[in-house]
């Protein structure tokens, strides 16, 4: 099958944007990074009342509005590879949503999923949660110098099981499910190969690969 366009999927810490460069790099093709600036992540951090509600509205908003500028654009005309998959955002919203904000939100994101059309391929990065705790507490440094606060531990738990849930219930795409615990972070030549081979020799359906 011909992708032209691969979403890279995962939670926080598995390489997804390192992977999408390198992918992009290898195939020549053009890349769609998420857009992860958003003025209400202070205050959920901070614990404000409503913060998550709105800090996931404008997460849900500047998806919507990247990916449908990047289909009135043709951009899908040529090949592309995204770090993020846009039905990523329910992940999110079903964590740090309650009830009552969750019934809005989900009105919400069926009206604006029809306008978004899916990837051909869905690549998700996945590692135990174990080893995805440790790689983020190396990432603490980064986070604090961009201002950010590095997600804890249970955080990052919950994260992964919704993710695998997530995705082992995932059929609208063909899916490549990618097991990284002993991949080097920076996607090495002879790694990154072997995963193309993957890619393309993927039919319909899900694969299950785990790198050499």
């Known amino acids: 099958m011909e992708f032209r366009h691969i979403a890279i999927e995962g939670p926080i810490g598995v390489g997804k944007s390192t992977l999408t460069r390198r992918l992009a790099s290898q195939l020549e093709a053009r890349v769609v990074l998420d857009e992860t600036e958003n003025p209400f992540l202070a205050d959920l951090a901070a614990g404000r009342a409503g913060a998550a509600f ?3 509205l404008f997460s849900l908003l500047s998806r919507h509005r990247q990916q449908t500028e990047l289909q009135q654009s043709n951009l899908f005309d040529t090949q592309t590879i995204s770090d993020y998959l846009f039905a990523k955002d329910k992940i999110y919203a079903y964590l ?9 939100y989900q009105r919400l994101y069926d009206l604006l999923e029809t306008d978004v059309t899916a990837p ?4 998700y990065v996945q ?20 201002g950010e606060a590095p997600p804890d531990a249970e955080y990052l738990r919950e994260l992964n099981e919704a993710y695998t849930h997530f995705f082992f219930h995932y ?14 972070p920076e996607w090495g030549d002879e790694t990154l190969d072997d995963l193309l081979k993957q890619i393309q020799t993927m039919g319909q359906g899900t694969r299950y690969y785990v790198p050499r």
């Open 54 to 56: 709105q800090a996931q």
């Open 96 to 104: 740090n949503l309650d009830d009552n904000e969750l019934f809005i």
């Open 120 to 123: 051909d391929l869905v690549v």
């Open 127 to 146: 590692m135990p949660t174990d080893t995805l705790q440790r790689r983020v507490r190396l990432r603490e440094r980064e986070y604090r110098e961009n």
């Open 171 to 184: 059929t609208a795409t063909p899916l490549l499910v990618v097991e990284t615990s002993h991949v080097d």
